[in-house]
């Protein structure tokens, strides 16, 4: 009996000391994720709220670098290089940063994504932009700080910072132009020599029509004649398709070309082909 009651209070004590209250957050966490063109972008970012308190130029004291949010400095990614504040950021993320004031806020995009709050010490090196934003009044009170996606374009958006009766908008702009017009001359342009050679590789090693894999490795080859590896498989396929003249040829075209650029293995794999339709 005095066993089984032991039991029963080291298992109560057990339960007590792994046992855990959950209360919600005072600053809840929130992430937020738009496309503004091409290009993703996301936000990770903690929620104060007001309470009752006086927020910008109490709370948040103007012309103090703020974490822009509670908890974790608030965090923005980019998939693809943008523009902020005439300059340009390389694809990755940045730590926001504020310095509110009555009419305009400084924002900063920070190099350094590790902080609890601000840096204990602000280095100029890790700012990577900075722009300057003008504050507009909000006709009613937003209660718990809120960023978000505004004037969304193709080319581009704004972070929008909402808290109180101020908001803020951070213009970005995307490279979607550049890359739009890039993805346009690439496929207008047609396929690209490595793509004929796989192709063309591709229908000799699966017993495909052989006749399209030599017009396909005949445009490998027209796009980099000093490949070698190209006119080995132009042999094979063209012995394939029952030209032996045509992979005789192409076969001690590859040869010399690998034994000019010192790659013995190939020169090996068509002196070997070449025995085989007796050409040597």
């Known amino acids: 009996m005095k ?34 063109g091409l290009t993703d972008v996301t936000v990770e970012y903690s929620r104060p709220s007001m309470k009752g308190r006086t927020i910008f130029g109490d709370l948040v004291p103007y012309d103090k670098l703020w974490r822009t949010g509670a908890n974790k400095n608030t965090i923005i990614t980019f998939s693809d290089d943008v523009i902020v504040g005439g300059k340009e950021l390389k694809a990755g993320s940045y730590s926001v940063f504020t310095k509110p ?24 090196s890790k700012v990577a932009a900075t722009l300057n934003a003008k504050t507009y009044a909000m006709p009613m009170p937003v209660e718990t700080f809120t960023l978000s996606f505004d004037d969304l374009k193709n080319d581009g958006a704004s972070l929008g910072i909402m808290w109180d009766k101020t908001y803020v908008a951070v213009p970005f702009t995307t490279m979607t132009d550049k890359m739009v017009t890039s993805s346009i001359e690439t496929v207008m342009n047609g396929p690209s020599g490595g793509d004929y050679y796989n192709a ?12 399209k894999a030599k017009e396909w490795i005949d445009k490998a080859v027209a796009s980099n004649d000093k490949a070698f590896w190209y006119k080995r498989q132009q042999s094979l396929i063209y012995a394939k398709a029952g030209d032996k003249k045509g992979a005789i040829k192409a076969a001690k075209e590859s040869m010399a070309q690998a034994q000019e650029q010192g790659n013995m293995d190939y020169v090996a794999l068509n002196k070997k082909s070449l025995k085989e339709w007796g050409a040597i």
Do not use: R
Request: glycine share 6%; no cysteine.
């Open 200 to 211: 063309a590789v591709y229908y000799l090693e699966n017993g495909k029509d052989i006749n």
């Open 3 to 36: 066993k089984t009651f032991f039991y029963a209070a080291m298992l109560t004590l057990t339960m007590g000391t792994y046992a855990q209250i959950k209360t919600p957050a005072a600053s809840p966490s929130q992430e937020i994720e738009q496309k503004v």
């Open 101 to 124: 004031g009555a009419v305009n806020w400084d924002v900063y995009f920070y190099t350094d994504t590790e902080n609890w709050g601000t840096p204990e010490k602000w280095d100029d």
